[in-house]
């Protein structure tokens, strides 16, 4: 889940990243402030790091996507701290608020 994470910033896909959000949840406002922080970032070779820290539950965790960008992109380093869950075995970004 991380890596399509990765790969849908690296290409500014916000259907992708919102594919990834839990269900439910509308997250346009933070999918567009994710993308404009970090969008079109090219990590370099070898600089993508995730470190995971479980949280209370099973079924919650956190994640910290650190990378370097290539001369492109306007920011040198990305940091994108994620919260996550599990439903249904399956991982999701918890990004938005639920949908009435």
Excluded: K
């Amino acid at each position: 889940m991380l890596e399509r994470f990765v790969g849908a910033i690296q290409r500014r896909d916000g259907a992708a990243l919102q594919a990834l959000v839990r269900p439910g949840n509308a997250a346009d406002t933070e999918i567009a402030a994710l993308l404009a922080r970090s969008g079109g970032c090219s990590l370099t070779d070898g600089t993508a790091r995730v470190e995971y820290s479980l949280l209370l539950t099973p079924n919650t965790s956190s994640a910290v996507v650190r990378g370097t960008c290539d001369g492109a992109h306007p920011r040198a380093v990305i940091e994108e701290h994620l919260a996550l869950q599990r439903l249904d075995d399956r991982w999701y970004l918890v990004l938005g608020a639920r949908e009435r």
